[in-house]
Nanobody, 124 residues
């Protein structure tokens, strides 16, 4: 059974930082791409960042995340992290991680497996 478990969300003031974690099980981790998506109230789910876990150079960032967020992978722990710095109120939403076999994609419908989500709230 495939499981993706997110953690690390919370309430933070604008300008603050959070690190999200996505722990994966039930997949051959180094054969999958992991993506982070978020959904704000009343809005569609959007891609934030994704990574192929065998290559640190194969990453994608949405324009809204570039320069502020960093995605990384720890293959030994089957875990992907999303370090989020300089957070803004518009970063508020439920953050989901998702997995799919290669290649990476920023399109949510391309992903096969999803976690339950973790809430990120950025206050102004």
């Amino acid at each position: 059974e495939v499981q993706l478990v997110e953690s690390g969300g919370g309430l933070v003031q604008a300008g603050g930082s959070l690190r999200l974690s996505c722990a994966a099980s039930g997949i051959t981790f180094d054969e999958y791409a992991i993506g982070w998506f978020r959904q704000a109230p009343g809005k569609e789910r959007e891609g934030v960042s994704c990574i192929s876990s065998t290559s640190i150079s194969n990453t994608y960032y949405a324009d809204s995340a570039k320069g502020r967020f960093t995605i990384s992978s720890d293959n030994a722990k089957n875990t992907v992290y999303l370090q989020m710095n300089s957070l803004k109120p518009e970063d508020t939403g439920v953050y989901y991680c998702a997995a799919r076999p290669y290649p990476i994609s920023y399109v949510s419908s391309d992903y096969n497996y999803w976690g339950q989500g973790t809430q990120v709230t950025v206050s102004s």
